[in-house]
């Protein structure tokens, strides 16, 4: 105001006005949320987008693909997880049929046969990473205890019906030293067509 005096109170900047604890705490709040909706509205138009919702829509959608992608993932390495436990699988089966064929091997190479092998595998004392010598070792071992499991020691051959060796074949009555002919020779004095 012109001719007024400085010292007027009225014409500082600075007036006192006096506010309860209340309605100072809803200015300051309402003040805090226009500042957040201006930050909120500026970031939008700097990403640009039209509004605040199409962020949200964005932002969802890239994080539901995000999502997808993780759980494709996931499938592919619990499938991959799967084919290496299988492969594992089957090479611990061909190490055991290995080992198998190797142990049935040296035993029948020892003499062991038939029903017996079965038995002598199962009774054979070598740990699973058994070498050569190891192995040996443990077949003289079971021979020592089991020799009735190995040819040629205790175990006998079944007995044929006429009472020998079922490896021999049975006797023919009769000569069995003939010349070679002679049988034809007979034949033919027989029918007469030859005389002696």
């Known amino acids: ?22 309605h100072l705490s809803t200015l300051m709040a309402r003040k805090k949320d226009q500042g957040g909706r201006a930050a909120i509205r500026n970031l939008v138009d700097k990403l640009g987008f039209p509004s605040a919702s199409a962020l949200e829509d964005f932002i969802t959608g890239a994080r539901q693909a995000e999502q997808e992608q993780l759980t494709e993932a996931e499938r592919r390495e619990q499938v991959l997880a799967e084919r290496e436990q299988a492969a594992l699988a089957r090479e611990e ?22 029903r017996d092998l079965d038995d002598a595998v199962v009774l054979l004392r ?32 079944p007995a044929a019906p006429g009472g020998a060796p079922a490896s021999v074949p049975p006797s023919r009555p009769g000569n069995t030293e003939h010349k070679p002919g002679a049988h034809g020779l007979e034949m033919a004095r027989r029918r007469g067509l030859l005389t002696s």
């Open 1 to 22: 105001m012109l001719g007024a005096s400085s010292d007027d109170p009225s014409n500082s900047d600075e007036a006192t006005i006096s506010v309860s604890q209340k």
């Open 93 to 114: 089966a061909a190490i055991a049929r290995e080992q198998d064929a190797t142990r049935r091997a040296r035993l029948v190479g020892a003499g062991v046969t038939g």
């Open 126 to 157: 070598a740990g699973n990473e058994a070498d050569e010598a190891a192995l040996d070792a443990a077949v003289q071992e079971l021979r020592s205890r089991r020799p009735e499991l190995f040819t040629g020691s205790v175990h006998a051959e």
